[in-house]
């Protein structure tokens, strides 16, 4: 997992080395999220990553209607990944990444449930390994990362000693 981990902040170097364009102009989340995946691709040969994805193999994603979290996008409470790192055909879902800017002041529970969800073993086909990222104009500053539908506290605290080891986090 650490292996998988340590890519993620890869991609967030190459990411803050590149976009900060992006922040000067104060663009949505979905265009950060974007160009984030465009640099954790490189780090992933030989899988698929994708934004918003909607697919299980063939069929397309759907879930209970009435829950925190749906598959009717118009309304904002998407199950879809922001970023998916999985092999499409089989499924094969290993990372998922959900992106925050800082100054969203909406609260973070949606996307905690929707991380929850996407890697929850007794659903559907899980995504392995989930990461929520808040991000500013300079570095990340929240982190947390979820396996098997429960935050994992080790896991979370390990990601953002590395973050904040490699100077993309507040120590």
């Avoid at 749906?70 to 409470?77: A, V």
């Avoid at 800082?102 to 949606?110: F, K, V």
């Amino acid at each position: 997992m650490q292996t998988e981990l340590n890519k993620v902040i890869a991609a967030l170097r190459d990411f803050y080395a590149n976009e900060t364009f992006l922040f000067e102009k104060d663009v949505g989340e979905r265009a950060i999220t974007h160009r984030f995946a465009v640099h954790l691709e490189k780090q992933f040969a030989g899988w698929s990553v994708d934004c918003n994805y909607d697919r299980l193999g063939e069929r397309t994603l759907h879930l209970p209607h009435g829950s925190i979290i749906s598959t009717d996008d118009h309304l904002g409470k998407s199950i879809y990944p922001d970023v998916a790192v999985h092999q499409r055909e089989i499924p094969n879902n290993l990372l998922t990444v959900e992106i925050r800017k800082a100054s969203n002041h909406t609260p973070l529970e949606h996307d905690r449930h929707k991380l929850r969800a996407l890697t929850d073993v007794h659903v559907w086909f899980p995504y392995w390994i989930g990461v929520l990222l808040v991000l500013d104009r300079h570095h990340v500053t929240m982190s947390e990362v979820y396996v098997s539908a429960t935050l994992d506290e080790a896991q979370s605290r390990w990601f953002a000693s590395r973050l904040a080891g490699v100077g993309l986090a507040a120590p």
